[in-house]
């Protein structure tokens, strides 16, 4: 999933940067005008940490072999934390692991980045569904969703990258059925992160429904709050 | 007698110089030189089987000297130009994973080794690894990566229990 360095060209790479800045800036915005904006360090750090060991743990899928990427998991339970987090996540795993690289660690960022804050709006959308069905019912299918979704989205962004980008020196169409190989191989991986997304995100409001940004109790205390006022 | 056996000898003598009148006199020769064989795997070890190879000779890296796909072990040989020293660069590329390879061809000839038995003699000695993302000057054994690996992890979870702390 990660572009590594040599396969793109350097306006891309810029253009990655360029793009990767003012979302990182934008999310920073976002978390200084929360509450507490360090309130959610503690768990932001040990996504990253997940984030940082997922990409090592590979999934055979013949012909593939893929492996975790988590950047739905961490755009519905992180928010607006999710773009810092993958950012410094593929920092790290750029330099010690050697996925990606350092030229094109923009363009990995927006990525999965952008995808991951597209998840935590999907991830969102549970609560005007907990009106219609059972709202754990709804937690499970929007956290299978941003799971998904973040995947997915991704994998498009992969792709079209890719195969926007065949150097001349290579035989176009043999790359182009390699990378939608490896772009099929992704849809089962979208499945199995949206399982384990769901999962955790169930896990996490039967045991501390607080950790779940936005969650009802939280959005309603904040409207306390503010009547209160 | 004599002459049933003579009509076969007869024919056998034709035969024989048969094929040496429509032969027109090959010969092969050889000479050693020196092949490269690049061997590209991803980093989880498997080899990456039926990648594309480009070969950039020194004197134009934009235009392709050479292209070809690696066998089933991740494997690629091919035998540069001895004429033209420098950097050879050798760039592997499958579904968008994919590394390139510097590899310097310093003298014009290099000593020839193994024994001289054909037209091409493959010397496979330098032997360059390349993979999903690490490329052939960050060699790191897994024991080195792992201890990296986790000081990053535990520099997470120090991080998350020191804002934790705080809070309290």
Known sequence: MHIPDGILPAQVCVAGYAIAAPVAWYSLRRINKLPDPSADIPKASLLTAAFFVASSISIPIPPASIHLVFNGLLGAVLGYYAFPAILIGLFFQAVILGHGGLTTL?????????????????????????????????????????????????????????????PSGFDSATERTAIYGLSLAHIPLALIEGVFTAMLVLFLQQVKPELLQDSPRRSQRRREEVERV | MKRTLLIPLLLAAGVAIAPRAIAHGTQIEYRTTQALEIQASYDTGKPMADAQVVVYAPDNPAEPWLTGTTDEQGRFVFTPDPSMPGQWDVQVRQAGHGDIVSIPLGEPVAEATGAAAGEEVAAAEPVAMVSDSVSGSTALDPLQKAVMAGAVIWG?????????????
Do not use: E
Not at chain 1, 137 to 159: E, M, Y
């Open chain 2, 156 to 168: 997470f979870v120090g991080t998350a229990l020191f804002f934790s702390a705080r809070k309290k």
């Open chain 1, 106 to 166: 923009g363009v990995d960022a927006v990525m999965m980045g952008v995808p991951a804050l597209i998840a935590y709006q999907v991830f969102k959308l549970r609560h005007p569904l907990a009106r219609r069905i059972r709202p754990r019912l709804a937690d499970g299918f929007c956290g299978f969703l941003a799971g998904a979704v973040g995947i997915a989205i991704a994998t498009l962004i992969f792709c079209s990258l890719v195969i926007t980008n065949i």
